[in-house]
């Protein structure tokens, strides 16, 4: 009995290690098909990221090659437009400075003394009048700082008429406060007492605000020289919107989006979109300093007609008038684009876009919007036959008027 019962012990002793020995085996060829596993996924990674450096390289490479073939073309565009810049900008600045001289009329230069008043009851003191002429006075003045050495400080304080066309000097952090706007202030020295500030004014007078003055006096001179030879109506036709022919402006289109109807002329290789205005604008009340420009226009339901002013923003030259009609420039035809947006996973809407936009994904022409539109509501109509909720989907209704030459929408490859 006791050897049968350790023949029985043997044998299970024997079992278990042999059950021990086949799962160490096992356990071992387990972990190591899970670490043949995790290299080949990670020797996977490290080729497909090596893959994607070789492409993004070559993304990298050609994005350069790119750009420097566009640098190489615009450089010599850059060099005719830099050519032209200098008779440009001056008659712009005529032009400036005789607005200018409209809206100073009849100001009167002067500066308040009383109206600098020294901090926490410091001392200031009136050193007299530093630069004076028609446009522009400038005065000196002392005042305490709370500086533990140089506890006085110099300044010049004043105004001028031709603010707006010459940059000077309004510095913040004075020992003073000033009631005039835009009053020029600059702080020119700080010194430990008046006696050596009234010195320092004495040794130093034609060095003070030199930069400042030159400038200034060189805007001036220029300045002069348009308001003594030349008036805004020598500049007129240049000052409103230029007028030409239904000919040589023809309606390519009409875009009617939710907001209303939109005409698009080609000028000269451009679009212009036709300025509509909502409301009534009194420019000439609120907007002084701007144009206005009367168009005519129907309403929404076209069952009457408006006369309304329009605010012409900018520049005059960026318009046109048609028939009294005006018209912004808005793109190059290969600058309007057609793009699609939405949501129609986690949402119910769908919209075609046509606008300005150097990534859009189609140039807008007749061909590529029908195609676009076609494409997207037979994709909707597949899409709202699954669903309870349909999509909204509203693109812009276009009206196709004057076919334009194909070479306009050309784009150039680099």
Partial sequence: MFLSRGKENVARIEAYISKRDLKTSLIAEKESIRDAATRQELDGERHAAKEIEVIREREREEGHRIREKAKALTAPLEQGIKELEPGIQDIEQKIKFLKHQEGVKG????????????????????????????????????????????????MALGTTLLGELVDMPHEYGLPI??????????????????????????????????????????????????????????????????????????????????????????????????????????????????SSYTVKRQDKENTRKYRKKVLL???????????????????????LRITETGNTMFGNWWSISISKDSRGHSVFNRENWENKLTEAKARIDELNSKRVKPIAFNPPEVVWITPIPDELFSIPKL
């Fill in 313 to 335: 923003e900018g520049d005059p030259f960026n318009y046109i008038d048609v028939g009294g009609v005006l018209y912004a420039k808005h793109c190059r035809p290969e600058q």
């Fill in 107 to 154: 100001k009167k230069l002067q500066f308040n003394d009383e109206s600098v008043k020294a901090y926490q009851d410091k001392e200031l003191v009136n050193l007299g009048v530093f630069y004076e002429d028609e446009f522009t006075i400038i005065k000196l003045f002392a005042a305490e700082n709370d500086r533990p050495k140089n506890r006085w400080t110099l």
């Fill in 177 to 290: 406060h000033i009631g005039t706007y835009r009053a020029i202030q600059k702080a020119l020295k700080h010194l430990p007492t008046l006696k050596e500030i009234k010195a320092y004014i004495k040794r130093n007078r034609e060095k003070l605000m030199k930069v400042e003055g030159a400038r200034y006096k060189e805007v001036k001179k220029a300045y002069l020289h348009a308001i003594n030879n030349y008036s805004l109506e020598d500049f007129k036709p240049i000052m409103e919107p230029r007028r030409v022919s239904d000919q040589d402006a023809p309606i390519v289109f009409r875009i009617t989006r939710y907001e209303g109807t939109q005409e698009y002329r080609l000028y000269q290789g451009f679009y212009y979109a036709e300025k509509v205005a909502e409301v009534i604008i009194d420019a000439g009340a609120r907007y002084p300093s701007h």
